[in-house]
């Protein structure tokens, strides 16, 4: 059988251009991740040597599916994916800002020590989501979450946001068709399903205009 690629920056060719600088934030960012992985279980144990092409590069594929999305809101950023990707790809871009959400209080110690020691254009919301969205006021171009509800859980957890013309995308695995059947239930929204190029049964959903069915 023929050796798989090591895992590393090679991940992400065709998937987004990088600079030099870029490089070395994500560089920064997965190093640190290796650090804390131990203590705070950031990834899942089995994807740790794939890091690169698993999470890196798969969160990446945001970045070119929305080019013009220039303020980002990453809820239940966990880790920081596709969150701190996304802000180590728009370090260079003149008025960027991801704004992460997290609960967890540890693991929000660990974004905003990534966001310092990689310069990124990155704010740390600590708090439950529901709280943190509730007297939300920024302007957001784009609402992310990767791994962390089913998509109807999702747009409930994002309409304070969504409700008022916001956009978002969505990393979806195998399921994401029934997911889609089910949050219809509730909700009516414009979907663009854009297929995921890491996960060949996955997909990135893209959701605009939605609204409660019923009002």
Request: hydrophobic share 45%; with cysteine.
């Amino acid at each position: 059988m023929p050796r798989e690629a090591p895992d590393g920056p090679e991940a992400l060719a065709g998937i987004v251009d990088v600079s030099r600088e870029t490089l070395d934030r994500l560089q920064t960012y997965v190093a640190l991740l290796r650090k804390w992985q131990p203590a705070e279980n950031l990834v899942a144990p089995s994807t740790l040597g794939e890091v690169w092409r698993r999470h890196v590069a798969d969160s990446a594929q945001i970045v070119p599916l929305f080019p013009a999305a220039r303020t980002v809101l990453d809820i239940g950023s966990g880790g920081g994916f596709p969150g701190l990707v996304i802000a180590c790809l728009l370090g260079g871009v003149a008025g960027a800002r991801v704004h992460l959400v997290e609960s967890n209080s540890r693991k929000c110690a660990f974004l905003r020590r990534v966001a310092a020691e990689a310069r990124l254009p990155a704010t740390v919301r600590d708090g439950r989501i529901e709280a943190v969205l509730a007297d939300w006021r920024d302007a957001v171009d784009l609402v992310t979450a990767r791994a962390l509800a089913p998509l109807g859980d999702l747009l409930g957890l994002a309409a304070p946001v969504l409700l008022h013309g916001g956009r978002a995308a969505f990393h979806k695995g195998r399921d994401f068709r029934r997911e889609i059947e089910e949050a219809s239930q509730n909700w009516t929204f414009d979907l663009v399903v854009h297929k995921s190029r890491i996960d060949a049964d996955g997909a990135i959903l893209e959701i605009a205009n939605l609204a409660r069915k019923g009002g």
